[in-house]
T-cell receptor
Framework: AQKITQTQPGMFVQEKEAVTLDCTYD???????LFWYKQPSSGEMIFLIYQGSYDQQNATEGRYSLNFQKARKSANLVISASQLGDSAMYFC???????????FGAGTRLFVKA | NAGVTQTPKFQVLKTGQSMTLQCAQD?????MSWYRQDPGMGLRLIHY???????DQGEVPNGYNVSRSTTEDFPLRLLSAAPSQTSVYFC??????????????FGPGTRLLVL
């Protein structure tokens, strides 16, 4: 059965520093997609970045990058040059194959300190 | 396009009351789903639909009913609300022919408090 694990309930980072949010997953399907979402205090879900299981390179989107280690089944989100506006809840999610169902991890709350 | 809309934004119910959370999308998406978000548990899938007239259960379907009579609407019904159903509910949609990297589109959420 597919599963997503985020082991860091909360993280602190100094403004302008980089931070890594951990995500491990479990699936028996060789085809899957991994997503990261940001949820600020306002509550909306904001899509950040996607990594496909067959993608050869790690995904990057601006200050966000995904450290994808397929053999270890990990898909860690790296935020470079943290900003105060990065303070939010971050969710890792996975969708198997061409299906629609997506499962989410428990989330990591990130606090950026000035 | 309004995207995915949810009503109400906030609702207080008494135990045993029934209500329907509304979700609508104007993007002609075939796939729609309902999630609940609880502290420390992320988003959990309640029910989903792959098209009008087709629904299926997710991870936590007990206590909830859904139907999909049109492509646009996907209401979630609580027949007899319980305090355990206090949560934030998100509706999401996605087109059937989307590229793998295309995300779901989320509504703004409905905050439900059951006393």
């Amino acid at each position: 059965a597919q599963k997503i694990t985020q082991t860091q309930p909360g993280m602190f980072v100094q403004e302008k520093e980089a931070v890594t949010l951990d995500c491990t997953y479990d699936t028996s399907d060789p085809s899957y997609g991994l997503f990261w979402y940001k949820q600020p205090s306002s509550g909306e879900m904001i899509f950040l970045i996607y990594q496909g299981s067959y993608d050869q390179q790690n995904a990057t989107e601006g200050r966000y990058s995904l450290n994808f280690q397929k053999a270890r089944k990990s898909a860690n989100l790296v935020i470079s040059a943290s900003q105060l506006g990065d303070s939010a809840m971050y969710f890792c999610a996975m969708r198997e194959g061409l299906g629609f169902k997506t499962i989410f991890g428990a989330g990591t709350r990130l606090f950026v300190k000035a | 396009n309004a995207g995915v809309t949810q009503t109400p934004k906030f609702q207080v119910l008494k135990t045993g009351q029934s209500m329907t959370l509304q979700c609508a999308q104007d993007m002609n998406h075939e796939y729609m789903s309902w999630y609940r978000q609880d502290p420390g548990m992320g988003l959990r899938l309640i029910h989903y639909s792959v098209g009008a007239g087709i629904t299926d259960q997710g991870e936590v379907p007990n206590g909830y009913n859904v139907s999909r009579s049109t492509t646009e609407d996907f209401p979630l019904r609580l027949l007899s609300a319980a305090p355990s159903q206090t949560s934030v509910y998100f509706c999401a949609s996605r087109p059937q022919g989307a590229q793998p990297q295309e995300t779901q589109y989320f509504g703004p959420g409905t905050r439900l408090l059951v006393l």
